[in-house]
């Protein structure tokens, strides 16, 4: 069975520049968790999906951030503009539909000049 | 408000040995725990769970204990192996909405098991 599939896996760029990361969870997995984990610290939830919807968006910086899950399937989360802060990996992690375990992503490891 | 802590950012063992990784909660509403392991430049991997209706979870070399009066669980790893290093994460569960799971993680024990 196929893991979580995250892409880029390393992204440079400049402050106040605009970036985006793909996730595409495991088959048929239907809560889907994008997470920031800033180094030295553990994985801080941004937003979680359930098929297509928002259950919470709660920690999502929303001036900034967004991010979405078009047909319950794959996901695209967007930072735009870029701070030297959100210099971080973003995780990405499903589980089925009432799951108690989250399989995670390899991260996509952000750097911010 | 740091809800899961990880008091030990390190932690040394011999091969062989017993490595004991702790994790302290503060929130009761949490009723499910999760160790996870990570390697460098890897996410995170899922290692063993516990229900907050045990007080112990056996797989393998690998047990968990919950000390729910204490707000405490602890991961065991024996014998620990080199293979074993990496950085341990604890988190704990509990539903968020409908039946919606939500995790929150600790800072994580980086674990170094020494030949």
């Known amino acids: 069975e196929a893991g979580v599939a995250q892409s880029p896996r390393y992204k440079i760029i400049e402050k106040r520049q605009s970036v985006a990361f793909w996730c595409n969870p495991i088959?048929?997995?239907?809560?889907l968790y994008w997470y920031q984990q800033i180094l030295g610290q553990g994985p801080k939830l941004l937003i979680q999906?359930?098929?297509?919807?928002?259950?919470?968006d709660s920690q999502l910086p929303k001036d900034r951030f967004s991010a979405e899950r078009l047909k319950g399937v794959d996901s695209t989360l967007k930072i735009q503009p870029a701070k030297l802060e959100d210099s971080a990996v973003y995780l990405c992690?499903?589980?089925?539909?009432?799951?108690?375990?989250?399989?995670f992503g390899p991260g996509t490891r952000l750097t911010v000049l | 408000d740091q809800q899961v802590k990880q008091n030990s950012p390190s932690l040394s063992v011999q091969e062989g040995r017993i490595s004991i990784l702790n994790c302290d909660y503060t929130n009761s509403m949490f009723d499910y725990f999760l160790w996870y392991k990570k390697y460098p430049a890897e996410g995170p991997t899922f290692l063993i769970s516990?229900?907050?209706?045990?007080d112990k979870n056996e797989d393998g070399r690998f047990t968990v204990f919950l000390n729910k009066s204490a707000k405490h669980l602890s991961l065991h790893i024996v014998p620990s192996q080199p293979g074993d290093s990496a950085v341990y994460f604890c988190a704990a569960g509990r539903i968020s909405s409908g039946s919606a799971r939500q995790l929150t993680f600790g800072s994580g024990t980086q674990l170094t098991v020494l030949p």
């Open positions: 992690a499903s589980s089925p539909s009432g799951g108690d375990t989250q399989y």
């Open positions: 088959s048929g997995h239907a809560t």
């Open positions: 999906f359930q098929n297509n919807g928002v259950v919470d």
């Open positions: 516990i229900s907050s209706i045990k």
